[in-house]
Structures are given as C-alpha cells and as structure tokens.
C-alpha cells in the first residue's frame, strides 16, 4: 500500500488564521496563496468545514496536507499545499469561538456562499442566551454563520484580543461592506457593548476572488497517486488561472500573498469579474443545458453558446474602466474552452435566481438606462425559466425589456 500523503518536515505553522466554509475552492484559493507567501512558515490556517464533517477527517489524516492539481490543455501539474495546519467539523461551535477569540489569530476568511450573510431575525433570542452564558450552554449554540461569528466576537471583546480582520471571499460585489453591515444589524439587536467594539475591534476586507474549481471525481484519488507515489483522500483540481483583489485594512497584518492584488477601490474589479466569468457561467448553465451540453467547456465551444457569451461580454464591457478587459476576455475565452477541467453545467445552476440578481441584473438595467436592448442579458434571464418579476421587479416593469425576455423564450 502506498503511503498516505502528510507532512515531511517538523514544526506546524501557527495558527494566526482562521477560516469557515472548508472545501475545494478554500483549498485552491485562500489556502494555495497562504501556502505560496514568502512568510508561509509563520502562518497557518485552521479550518472549519461548513457542516459536514468527512473532509475534516480526511485532512486531519494527512496532518492538513493535500495534492492541488493544475489541469491544463497539455496536461497536469502537481503541488502539495501545508498551509491548513488543521481540519475541524463545522459543528464545533465551541473551538471555532475559542480560536475567533484568541489573541494570535489576525484573519478570520470566509467561503460560505452568499446566502449565509443574511441575518436571521429568528436566532437573535438565542444568541442573546449565548452571550450571557458565554456560549457555555450547548442550548444556546448558534446555527448561522453570522450567529457564530458574532458569538466569537464577543468572546474576543472581552478577552481584549487585538483588532482582527475579517475577510469575505464570496462572488458578492461588495462583500466586506455587506459583512460588516450584517454582523453591526445583528450585534444591534445583541450587545450594545459589541456593537460599539465593532468599529475598532474588526477590518472587514473586500475581496474579488477568481478560480475555476470544478467538484473533485472519485477518479481524481487514483490519478493523484499514479503520478505522486502518495494516497491523497482529498485532492483539489482547478485550472492554472487564478486571481485575487483585496481591499481593506489587516490590523494584525498579513501572510506575504506577493500575487494577489490590493486596491482601495474593488467595486470594478468586482464587477468585471461578477459580470465577465461568473455571468457567462450563468448564461451558459442556462442554455447549454438546453442544449444538451453538461459543460462549460462543451457549451462554450458551441457556436451558439459562443455567439450569447460574446453579446453578453459587449453588453457589461460597455459599463467597465479599462482593467486589461480585453486581455481578461480572451483569458476568459481560453478558460472556458479548457475540455479538462469538467466545470459542470449543473454545479453553476445552484441558486440561479441569485446569481442571475449578481451577475446579470446590473448589467440589463445599465443597459436599458443607456437605451438599449440588453439581448443578452435577456437571454440569460430567459433561458434560466424563472418569472422576470421574480428576478427584478424594475425589469419586470420595463415593457420593452420583457417582451424581448419573452421573445427570447419562444421555442
């Protein structure tokens, strides 16, 4: 039997950063630039899963180490990345609070999809219950994101820990600010004394976070160990494109991310990303699945698929500043057209009416301000087969809009 993939050098990096919503993308992203700064050594990641608990004990088998797999046109390139130093159930609300609140952790990161910002008005009586027992009574454990965060925070308030810096990695535009908005709402109704601690006692960072992780096949397990010689039970294969764009402020500082990009106005950045890459996925899991077509790359290379991508492309490029698009949209292109990298239609289609609101909304309605058509964007809403009321009331409301969303929709 071949040996299982661990670590080979003494010493753990400590553990300066937490992170929540453990997975793939984490582990091809946040994890991958960590593991790549000059100062990796000084900087390790402790790592909550979302609810499951199966990664975590994979990982914690292999000492936190797992095989990243670059899948290009020509072939495969292998890494191993150490930066997570351990593996934890996203149950343990206790240890994700005691880590949130001790002094040496400087980063909290953040995958865990859009939806869980919203504050929950139903927990707010529990987490009140929470923060007067201290989070001690396993009846008062919160369920939501924002309720454990908030439960960490308050922990780290009164342990006086230095201020920490939060940072959202969700294909949200504007993500640190809707953050940091939903934890001052929810502390409002919480703690007065936390609420006045926010401002000075987080930074919460926006982010534009960009790389194509399409979910792992049980084949990926095998295919890791006939070219490294080690078992790895938790592979993550992405494409070798990747980009990352902060903005904001890390009190306790940050590990060495020489790659990434940092900027004190995100916004564009964030929309050519949201409107160019994630928008065109959302076309095209709506009509390549249509058309039979399973992939990205399958749906994208369609002359059809093609043809709607490049309309919508026209259509956002008209509301962008000049941030290299021309040279993003034939990255973009070549990404897209990648026949190994298995980015499934079906995946992208999750949560359409969101998405559609993100990465295809903006765009129709600047469009349709400046007096034209926005085909494109039509055809995405269209294709997607929910109501344009449902979508975007304004849209709805525009009878020039909706016929042609109509139109669209004519077999």
């Not at 790549?36 to 000492?63: E, H, K, P």
């Not at 923060?131 to 006086?160: D, H, K, M």
């Not at 820990?161 to 504007?174: E, M, Q, S």
Request: one cysteine or more; aromatic letters at 6%; charged letters at 25%.
């Amino acid at each position: 039997m071949r040996p299982l993939l661990s670590r080979t050098t003494e010493g753990d990096r400590p553990e300066r950063i937490v992170h929540l919503g453990l997975g793939a993308f984490h582990r091809a992203h946040q994890a991958w630039y960590t593991d790549r700064a000059a100062d990796a050594a000084d900087w390790g990641i402790v790592a909550f899963t979302g609810r499951s608990t199966g990664l975590a004990d994979r990982l914690t088998a292999q000492q936190g180490v797992y095989t990243l797999v670059e899948r290009a046109p020509d072939g495969d390139r292998f890494s191993t990345v150490g930066s997570i130093v351990r593996a934890v159930p996203g149950g343990d609300v206790a240890e994700f609070t005691r880590m949130l609140a001790h002094p040496r952790t400087a980063i909290l990161t953040l995958t865990v999809t859009e939806a869980a910002y919203q504050v929950d008005p139903e927990e707010i009586p529990l987490l009140q219950t929470a923060f007067r027992v201290r989070g001690e009574s396993p009846a008062a454990t919160p369920a939501t994101v924002l309720g454990r965060i908030l439960l960490g925070l308050e922990l780290r308030r009164s342990n006086g820990a230095p201020a920490l810096a939060i940072v959202p990695c969700d294909n949200l535009a504007a993500n640190g600010e809707t953050v940091r908005r939903s934890l001052e709402t929810l502390a409002e109704q919480v703690s007065p004394e936390l609420r006045d601690w926010l401002p000075t006692g987080i930074s919460v960072v926006s982010t534009s976070v960009d790389r194509i992780t399409p979910r792992v096949t049980p084949e990926e397990t095998g295919l890791v160990e006939a070219a490294t010689g080690y078992r790895d039970e938790a592979p993550v294969v992405t494409e070798p494109f990747t980009d990352w764009v902060l903005s904001g402020d890390f009190p306790a500082g940050h590990p060495a991310w020489s790659t990434a990009r940092f900027t004190d106005d995100i916004e564009p950045w964030e929309n050519r990303k949201l409107w160019l890459l994630n928008g065109a996925h959302t076309l095209l899991a709506a009509t390549g699945r249509r058309r039979g077509h399973t992939t990205v790359a399958r749906a994208f290379t369609d002359p059809a698929g093609r043809a709607e991508v490049e309309a919508l492309w026209d259509e956002a490029t008209r509301h962008l500043p000049d941030l290299e698009i021309r040279a993003y949209r034939t990255a973009l292109a070549a990404r897209f057209t990648n026949p190994r990298i298995e980015h499934r239609l079906a995946q992208i289609a999750e949560d359409t009416l969101t998405k559609l609101r993100l990465r295809i909304v903006p765009v129709a309605r600047r469009e349709r301000a400046a007096g034209r058509p926005a085909t494109g964007c039509a055809t995405a809403l269209a294709a997607s087969g929910l109501d344009l009321a449902e979508i975007d009331p304004r849209l709805a409301a525009d009878d020039t809009f909706h016929t042609t969303v109509r139109q669209m929709r004519t077999p």
